[in-house]
C-alpha cells in the first residue's frame, strides 16, 4: 500500500467558518507533510512532522493549524481563512525524515474560500 | 537559498515525438532531484529520481541523469503518448540528512500530446 488519502476531495467554505483536512497513510512513515498549491502554481511547503512532532512551519499565518495526532494521521484545521487561501492542499508523507527515501503525495483537497 | 529553473511550458507535441524538457538546480550541498507529474486534477505523482551525481532515473520510458557539472536533470522521452498530457516538475530536496519530502520546486512545465 502507497497510498496517502486525503479527505474531503473539495471543500467549499465561508471566511468565518471552522473546517479540518484530514490525512492518511498507513506505511508507517515517520515524516508528514502539507503542501499549498496555487492554480498554475508549483505547490510550496507549509508544516513538516517528523516523528510526531512540528519539525517545520514555513511562515504560515495561524489561521492554519496543522495537527499530528498519531504517526498514520495529519490534520489541518483551518479557521477564518480568506478567499486568496483558495488553493489545492496537499499532502506527503516519507519513510523517514533524516533518510533518502521518496515522498509521496495524496490526491490533495481543493479548498474554496467563499 | 537552492532553487530550481525548469524550461517555461506549454510545450505542444505529437504522438510518437521526441520529449525534453530542461531543469537546471542551484543548491550549496548534494541535493537529490525528481520528477513528479500531475494530471489534471490529481495530486502529484513521482516519476523518478536520482540521489547522487551521474545517477540515471527511469520510469515508463523517461529517464533523466543528474549532471553535478552541468547541476542539470533534463527529462527524456523517446517517443510520447497522448497519455503523458499532463504538468511535469522538476524537484530537489537537501542531499544528506535532509528530508525528501521537504521539496523546492520548479515552476511546472504543461505537456500536451496530440493524436
Known amino acids: 500500500d502507497t497510498e496517502v488519502t486525503q479527505t474531503p476531495k473539495h471543500l467549499v467554505m465561508g471566511m468565518t467558518n471552522k473546517k479540518s483536512l484530514k490525512c492518511e497513510q498507513h506505511?508507517?512513515?515517520?515524516?508528514m507533510y502539507w503542501y499549498k498549491q496555487k492554480a498554475k502554481k508549483p505547490p510550496e511547503l507549509m508544516f513538516v512532522y517528523s516523528y510526531e512532532k512540528l519539525s517545520i512551519n514555513e511562515s504560515v499565518p495561524s489561521r492554519f493549524s496543522p495537527e499530528c495526532p498519531n504517526s498514520s494521521l495529519l490534520n489541518l484545521h483551518l479557521h477564518a481563512l480568506q478567499p486568496e487561501d483558495s488553493a489545492l492542499y496537499l499532502c506527503?508523507?516519507?519513510?523517514?525524515?533524516?533518510?533518502?527515501?521518496?515522498?509521496?503525495f495524496g490526491q490533495g483537497t481543493r479548498l474554496t474560500v467563499v | 537559498g537552492d532553487s530550481v529553473t525548469q524550461m517555461e511550458g506549454p510545450v505542444t507535441l505529437s504522438e510518437e515525438a521526441f520529449l525534453t524538457i530542461n531543469c537546471t538546480y542551484t543548491a550549496t550541498g548534494y541535493p537529490s532531484l525528481f520528477w513528479y507529474v500531475q494530471y489534471p486534477g490529481e495530486g502529484l505523482q513521482l516519476l523518478l529520481k536520482?540521489?547522487?551525481?551521474?545517477d540515471k532515473g527511469s520510469n515508463k520510458g523517461f529517464e533523466a541523469t543528474y549532471r553535478k557539472e552541468t547541476t542539470s536533470f533534463h527529462l527524456e522521452k523517446g517517443s510520447v503518448q497522448v497519455s503523458d498530457s499532463a504538468v511535469y516538475f522538476c524537484a530537489l530536496s537537501e542531499g544528506y540528512g535532509g528530508s525528501q519530502g521537504n521539496l523546492i520546486f520548479g515552476k511546472g512545465t504543461k505537456l500536451s500530446v496530440k493524436p
Open positions: 506505511m508507517g512513515h515517520r515524516a
Open positions: 536520482a540521489t547522487k551525481a551521474d
Open positions: 506527503a508523507s516519507s519513510q523517514d525524515p533524516e533518510g533518502s527515501t521518496e515522498a509521496f
